[in-house]
């Protein structure tokens, strides 16, 4: 079984960057990981994956060009770096494993974290 622990998130204004973090225990690093977001009431929303070599990457539209996820696969970390943040990026951001395939559909992603806060202030 696979643990996962986000860090970094936080408070920041608009404009402003943040790099989570996401350290991957208990089992090998998983072929794909992701980023995803949620806000109260709604569904939780993809926002970036990478393939176990780094050379594939998805991105949902609306953080394209702002958004960068890399991964450590000696350290077993994935990091998703936030610049340019807007108030529409304020969500709890989680962390997610998968072994045998990306999707942009987070019900077929196997392991999560616990989830962090990200709030962007104008």
């Known amino acids: 079984q696979v643990q996962l622990v986000e860090s970094g998130g936080g408070l920041v204004q608009t404009g402003g960057s943040l790099r989570l973090s996401c350290a991957v225990s208990?089992?090998?690093?998983?072929?794909?990981m992701g980023w995803f977001r949620q806000t109260p009431g709604k569904e939780r929303e993809f926002v970036a994956a990478?393939?176990?070599?780094?050379?594939?990457?998805w991105y949902t539209d609306s953080v394209k060009g702002r958004f960068t996820i890399s991964r450590d696969n000696v350290k077993n970390t994935v990091f998703l770096q936030m610049n340019n943040l807007k108030s529409e990026d304020t969500a709890v951001y989680y962390c997610?494993?998968?072994?045998?395939?990306?999707?942009?559909?987070?019900?077929?992603?196997?392991?999560w974290g616990q989830g962090t806060q990200v709030t962007v202030s104008s």
């Open positions: 990478i393939s176990w070599s780094g050379s594939s990457t």
């Open positions: 208990g089992r090998t690093f998983s072929n794909y």
């Open positions: 997610a494993a998968n072994w045998y395939t990306y999707t942009s559909d987070y019900r077929r992603w196997g392991s």
